[in-house]
């Protein structure tokens, strides 16, 4: 695309709000917001595949707390930091003093006298993630304000209990791009199925995110998942709305088939049902680790009962001229690959593979798009500079 | 403050045998030194803020190595790299191969290749942390002499059993700038006063440190403990010397009321006693991991006969004007938040929390001017030519 | 040496296939490519020696991968990627999400979006650690092919379990030093010798990495091991084909003392027996911990059954004048310091210290000159133009 053009884009966009912000939940922002930051992703791509320097920063850093274990978000992160300057600095919390009772206002301001970004990913206990992630930037906050802290740092979340944002916003870049545009994605049908897993209890905050997001986007959106795999009211609330508003739908079904039945797009994928993270988080509160162990075990009988939720050829061939574009934000449980059965088909998968892929790597460039909004006065300005006093990357 | 003031003051002091050389006790140190390091970390501090870059490395490494757990120091360290321009490399001793009997000698060689620095953590044992920096820096001098080093990394302690450097000259810049300059600490009573922890044994460079720093200042220096909780006798006997020598006072007290008695600075924090630490030391010298757990307790039994050494508000009102600036290097065991009965009142704590964050601030820019001085030929020009020809920090 | 001399010793050598290249064994690359990589090392190590930076990445990210404890490879590699401009992330792949039995095809992608370069090292299973660096290495080729990753990462071995190319490519650049040139290397003995360790089953990819390259020099080699430590037979085939085509020999002996009889280089060191090895991977297949430890406890009996193995003053007596270069990888079993029994005598391992750290301090420059030949367009050019228009490393 023509550089000149994502600039003259951007300019069309009221995204002040953003700068000096923090990114939580994409229902917290505007739709001028989430297109800015899908125009600045598309430019620094650019900028880095045209070996063009997107350097802003000449040193700072870029804390990364990870409270689950985590490969692509982590080096997402990695990347997204380093193309901007920023070196990151991991919390390792077993290496650290926190377990001596530290408070999460005192461990974030003195991690943060030169962070310029917070990366946090908290997803594993239904309630907490969120809160951690806000209670963390609000702490910061009042160490900017009381002069502790000289610049305040973005937070951004990696993934939290409720959303994974910056997994969605990559995953709609990809289908604005494999559709042609954000404006081909209305009326489109996307289906956010639940399918089966044997490995563990997974978070919700794909389903939930996906559901909060496409509903902006025009798309007809359906979630799909057995009884008992219901998502956050909340959310479901946020979903409604959003449909209401921007002009698309929002149906919940617990029957596979009619959500994938001429669906333009399927997402399907393994999450733990709403009530079951919420005894995990109580018996996790109380320290109870047997207890955890036990209900895992209920879970994954819970899921056997509904080995029928897996992605078949016969089921793909229900969808629009049998040709959805299939998703995942991996990685996948594929029957007969990596468990004996699992989420989908190894057929189906293959297929979609390169484009799973591809889906993948818009993730550094969502962070690394946020980041640059939230902490550069004048994005339009920069990004011509980076483009035309362009400073090779390798210098080869 | 004004920047050129800053490299005039610098220009007073004969700072020269800091070039090339290491950090181990702030007592081999001159006074000219230490004053030297303070100007550097504001200097470095004004060029931060104003978001000019103090980056002085094109590359380079900066090690760390961590025997103990740490995030304030660590995050220091690592702000303290990045804004130099180095990359921190930690040395993770569980994955590295010297546990295969690999002598100090060799690992200190072969970390150091192309290390400019080396920032060292080891205060668990008595007799031991010390010592192994210094045979560490020792080892990187042969090997320099030797041609097998191109480059002399500088060794910084980040705390050992004797002392903990860059806390206290943290905690001393930190008092200076409350008070209005070095200057007006002369004659300020200063309490450093054991109390109470229910958490494990801590170690005592925070109150040999201490009083081995502030009896260089000219002030009245108290240190406060039960019976049994001694310092090593040579740190007092620097103690004792440097008041004798730099105008000020030294005098110890069993009573923490006495201490506390007209203070203008109060710093109470428990430590283990040394006996106790020489025990710990030996039984870790033998591999005794029962012994240690089962000194751990037997300590935390005598420390709980000692649950009246703690800062209550009515302690407080006994200080100078009942106004006397409490610190803690953090983080601290508070009643009723972090732990049931503690080193301090909750509503003393908060009362002070914004200085004491303030008090933390300084540690990542006392580590930069260390570095700095340690590998800059000439200080004083590259500071006014890093200030004049500023590159900004953030390119927004 | 004049650094124009060696960018024109560069100019002599056809090294165009190194780019965007891989490397796993020496053996697959040409005597040009091998010099050509030894030249840069001398260039880039001059740079840095003078004090000039030799960055040529902007941004840009060095992969490491460990699957085994690493001191001095895992320091070598981060030197050679910040001296580049590259920022290490390491794959912890306990903290990742590999062990949800995700595919190789599928890291190496997600991993790769911004990745520069990736160093692997994985010798501890016997037909497993090449295997699993060749399919990360096709796996990055394919996701470039279909345009997922829009730059190729070079993969480099840090060690498999069939050669040791950087450490082999090191210690053969400090031979030619020593010696004074790779041509005075022609007609050398060289002897890799195994030797008594108590410690542990050691990787076979040293002597294997050794006799496959200095079979290449026109030298000598004598592999000498008791009967039952052989090495696989495919790089006895290599060492072999090499001697013949180079105008070296190759020889093997079940006796020490004929290995080091005039020998004008000793490289001798521990490793387990190529069976034992097989029999290992196969647990480890079957997940068979205890039989490892069984296992284990078995060879470290069949060592000492060759404890005489061990490098005394009088064995090297028996070399070339008594004085030839002796020679370790490092760590090594010394006799008397890190354990009763070992691979050298104290005095020998002392007289020959300072050689062997010079040996290790080539190992950055030879990762940094793989990575610099492997993405540089015109490396003859740029290395002329990092001297000429040089910025200093320490800007002081």
Known sequence: MDFNKLVEQLKGYDYKNLYQNDFFLTWDKTQDELHAI??????????????KSAKIFDSGLGISIFRDNSTRTRFSYASACNLLGLEVADLDEQKSQIAHGETLMETANMLSFMADVIGIRDDKFIGEGHKYQKEFADSV???YEEGVLKQRPTVVSLQC?????????????????????????????????????????KPLSVPQGGVGLWTRLGMD???????????????????????????????????MEEAFKDADIVIPKSWAPYAFME??????????????DKLEKELLAENANHK?????????KLTKDGKALYGHPLPAD??????KEGEVDESVFNRYRKEMYQEASYKPYII??????????????KLQDLYNNAQKRLND
């Open 38 to 51: 899908w125009t600045v992703a598309d430019a620094i791509r650019q900028l880095r595949e045209e070996n």
């Open 221 to 255: 959106v359906v979630l799909a998942h057995p009884e008992g795999y219901e998502i956050m009211d909340e959310v479901n609330e946020v979903a409604k709305k959003n449909a209401e508003q921007y002009g698309g739908s929002y149906t919940i079904t617990n029957n």
């Open 368 to 381: 690394a798009a946020m980041i640059f909004l939230m902490k550069v006065k004048n994005p339009e300005a």
């Open 141 to 143: 906050q009042k160490g």
């Open 334 to 339: 594929i029957t007969g690959v990596s468990c």
């Open 161 to 201: 209990d409720i959303d994974h944002p910056t997994q969605m916003m990559a995953d709609s870049l990809h289908f604005a791009h494999y559709f042609g545009g954000f404006e081909n994605l209305k009326g489109k049908k996307i289906a956010m199925s639940w399918a089966y897993s044997p490995s563990y209890g």
């Open 308 to 316: 029928d939720w897996t992605v078949t050829e016969d089921l793909m």
């Open 279 to 292: 005894r995990r988080t109580k018996l996790y509160q109380q320290g109870d680790f047997d207890g955890i």
